[in-house]
């Protein structure tokens, strides 16, 4: 899916400018393994953010997804395949933050 952007914020509203990019995202880091996220996007001050969606009371990370996204956010990873490249994700990040909602 292509990117969309969100506009600025009111007056009197939580300052919000974000770029969401929307998909199965692959994710590499160097844990032998991938996993898949549910989004990326680009918080307020401009850097990459990662999303995972969980729903329910036992909805929780899987282990090789607590491996890969613990490894992204101590050491970076790359992005890699189609839904990243049309996203216009960098191939190689940085330590990224993981959030799961």
């Excluded at 969100?6 to 199965?24: A, I, K, M």
């Excluded at 890969?68 to 990040?93: C, D, H, I, T, W």
């Amino acid at each position: 899916m292509p990117a969309q952007g969100l506009p600025d914020h009111e007056p009197g509203q939580v300052p919000c400018r974000v770029r969401l990019f929307c998909g199965s995202l692959i994710i590499s880091t160097s844990f032998p393994g991938r996993a898949r996220a549910d989004f990326v996007y680009r918080d307020a001050d401009g850097s990459l953010v990662v999303g995972e969606a969980k729903n329910g009371s036992t909805a929780a990370l899987n282990p090789n997804q607590k491996s890969v996204y613990g490894e992204l956010q101590k050491g970076g990873g790359q992005f890699v395949g189609g839904n990243a490249r049309e996203a216009g994700l960098p191939q190689s990040v940085g330590p990224t933050q993981v959030r799961v909602f």
